[in-house]
């Protein structure tokens, strides 16, 4: 029966098999078709089904934004301690500041009240710079306390900062040994509500001291004008007497007493701690920029390594070598001794790169089999370019070239 259908295809087609069998008698031979374009769009689509996820260029995308992002991070994140710390510079300045002025403003004080000639200045002189130092102290401590734009203080301590609020306005005194008592000794009408209301209290006793010893403020200002720009050596003052007086009243008037206890008392060692407050702020700002750079340096240091490296790129290099094996297992099956030479290199082409091409002859794994059948030369088509050309020329070309 198979026979008599082979008879009649051959009387339906006109002889023309017997025709073919007779152009080309070796009927064994096979014969390369072209790829359509619908084949080469069901290869993509079959490949890309297959790809694993961990080959996806969408992965990757993902990942080199990933750590773009973390590198963005790492420089944007801790940068909002800049304005921070620029602030804390002149902060912390203008709190060791007010130490010497305060101690410029008690021995001012002193020496108004003694007026002996020994500070080489006169009265009115000494009265222009005492107000000068207390009016400098008033807005140098309003500007660490609530901040001023011409000192470079953006944000003020009492906005900011608990432990100098802590410090200034309740009612301890931490720079004692014992913060249990913070009454000044000889003063009991002084109370200590905080440094800020030491604070008050020591301008209420300088002013007091200015208005019963000093001068017209006008003159004052105009002799301690007159003074920063003298000539003459200072060393050279003609008036120099004791007033012995003026010595007891150092010890009687309760405004120099306390003026005088300030000098290296509860004020001064208050001004230090407020000093200290701020050094432990920056090194809380500092310590905190750093733990936060080296946390985000080794979550970068995670993502590349295990991410990156140890999931994304082994996973794909494994799946790259077995596609490999694949592929030069499927190539041994080819029966390239039936093919000329053109096709051969068809072949090639379409599983080859042309960064990986091969020498003429060295085609797939022909030379196996051997030698293909010969055929006329002409120029070989271009290849396909799919993704299917990525790993078999790589095997040929180092294990058989």
Known sequence: EEEEEKEQRKRSNGGGAAAEEEEDPVAWRSTLR???????????????????WTSSPWVYSLMFAGMLALCILSIIYPARFISRLVNLGPTTNAAGRRKYLSRACSHLAR?????????????AELHGALHWHLEE?????AAVRLGDDEMGINEGADFRNA???????????PWREDDSDC?????????VNGLYSLILSFYEAVEAVMAQYGVELGDAEEAYQRYLERTEDPRKFPNVHINEERYKVLYEDPHLKLILQSFDGDLFEGFETL????????DHALHTVHVELRL????????????????????????????????????FRVPCHTLEKTEVEQMRLFFANSAFSLPRGH????HRWGAHRPAAESKPEKGLGDETRIKASLYFSNEHE
Not at 112 to 119: I, N, Q, R, T
Not at 163 to 173: K, L, W
Not at 299 to 319: D, P, Q
């Open 34 to 52: 072209e790829v359509t374009l619908a084949q080469k769009q069901a290869i993509r689509t079959a490949l890309r089904a297959s790809q694993p």
């Open 275 to 282: 000093v200290g407050a701020f050094d432990h702020e920056i």
């Open 111 to 123: 020496e108004l009240v003694l007026d002996d000639g020994f500070s080489h200045m006169t009265r």
């Open 183 to 191: 009454s000044i000794p000889g003063l009991p009408d002084v109370e």
């Open 137 to 141: 102290l008033k807005r140098v401590s």
């Open 363 to 366: 085609a797939m794994g022909c």
């Open 163 to 173: 432990e100098h609020n802590a410090i200034m306005y309740q009612n301890i005194c």
């Open 296 to 331: 985000l340096f080794a979550i970068y240091l995670i993502t590349v390594v295990v991410l990156f490296y140890g999931i994304l790129f082994r996973r794909t290099h494994k799946s790259t070598l077995a596609e490999v094996d694949e592929t030069r297992a499927f190539m």
